[in-house]
């Protein structure tokens, strides 16, 4: 029987808006799913084969998905996409292809790095995927994954026409991704970004000129708005680090390749946030908006904005933790915390 009938792929997009394959090894026959209990046991027929494969023995290690990819066959075909150079979202017809022996080894060798370091597949691979765009990444830069990719795509309606020329800001830009996706997408945009971290910038700096954005994302070593004088925004955006200190400690090994003044946020994880929220109103245009990213410091977040005007944003591809503000209630947040 054809491999490629085994299967019965279905897609989804990620909150990237990266289509990934979900569940599609589900249909794989019994035989061909139980031969590899160990590594290069045997050589494989097909991809379909070595991707259900590695998929079993990666849930079987237990390992944390989550860093480009939400489970372990989409993390094999990401494998394999690397390894055989084929495009992220490649087709089904391709899982039918037989391996070479050197194909195999590169996927297995691979594959045990993945199980025994931990590590996310991005550093191992040295590339993520944010909004369909490709982002080169190490150690020094959190790994893309913002549901903020699917509001680019969106374009933020209806709270702003990105049709326009704004000026945006990307406060803790990382490797780049928000702001280059931004860039990329909304050719009018005029784009700022800025983060503390000199290492990740350098990363940012690389994606830009890899997109040949060089000339509307300018990147600005800054404790967020300290290195901008009196420069003011249409839209600020920022995915900054938000994860409470108890939560920090009870991370999956994953999250400790990556660098913790990206992620750790203080006692409630708002420590980053508040700073935005009060320090914003001095950044933004009259009307301008501050669209922050506070994932599991949702909760703390809502009582901190509690009656402050500031509205959740819903996901279509998932993804949740993402409020938008205007400068006005902004501004009143502030001074009430002042007073
Ligand atoms: C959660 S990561 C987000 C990276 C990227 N924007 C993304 O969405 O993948 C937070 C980023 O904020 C940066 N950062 C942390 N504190 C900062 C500060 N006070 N000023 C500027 N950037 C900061 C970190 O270096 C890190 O790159």
């Known amino acids: 029987m054809d491999q490629i009938q085994l299967f019965t792929a279905r897609y989804q997009r990620d909150a990237a808006g990266f289509r990934w394959r979900i569940a599609a090894a589900r249909g794989m026959n019994k ?14 027929v097909s991809l379909a084969e070595w991707t ?38 490649f087709e089904d017809f ?33 590339h993520a995927w944010f909004a369909g765009l490709r982002f080169e990444v190490d150690e020094h830069t959190l790994i893309p994954r913002s549901p903020i990719a699917e509001l680019i795509h969106q374009g933020l309606q209806p709270w702003l026409d990105l049709d326009r020329p704004l000026k945006v800001l990307d406060v803790g ?22 983060d503390i971290s000199a290492a990740a910038l350098a990363w940012a700096e690389r994606n830009v000129a890899a997109l040949e954005l060089g000339d509307r994302v300018a990147l600005t070593h800054s404790d967020l708005f300290e290195a901008l004088g009196t420069r003011r925004y249409d839209l600020i955006v920022s995915n900054p680090p938000y994860v409470p200190e108890r939560s920090m400690l009870e991370l999956p090994p994953e999250y ?3 660098p913790a003044a990206a992620l750790a946020a203080g006692a409630d994880g708002l420590d980053v946030v508040r700073r935005l929220l009060f320090e914003a109103p001095e950044h933004l245009t009259a009307g301008g908006l501050l669209l922050i990213e506070v994932g599991e ?12 005007g500031a509205v959740w944003l819903e996901f279509e591809h998932g993804g949740e933790g993402v409020f938008l503000i205007d400068r006005a ?11």
């Open 256 to 258: 400790r390749h990556e």
């Open 94 to 126: 391709a899982l039918g292809q037989s391996l070479t022996q050197p194909a195999f080894d590169d996927l297995e060798r691979l594959l045990i790095q993945r199980i025994e370091t931990r590590k996310p597949l991005a550093y191992l691979v040295g």
């Open 31 to 44: 035989a061909a799913s139980t031969s590899f209990g160990s590594p290069a046991a045997m050589p494989v």
């Open 297 to 308: 410091a949702q909760a703390a977040a809502e009582l901190l904005l509690a009656d402050s």
């Open 329 to 339: 209630a902004c501004t009143a947040l502030r001074d009430a915390a002042r007073a």
């Open 173 to 194: 830009t990382g490797c780049g991704c928000i702001a280059a996706a931004l860039a990329w997408y909304w050719p009018k945009l005029a784009i700022d970004a800025v």
């Open 52 to 89: 259900a494969s590695a998929a079993r023995r990666m849930d079987a290690a237990d390992l944390f998905f989550g860093h480009g990819t939400a489970n372990a066959f989409d993390e094999a075909c990401w494998m394999a996409a690397h390894v055989l150079g084929l495009p992220p979202d």
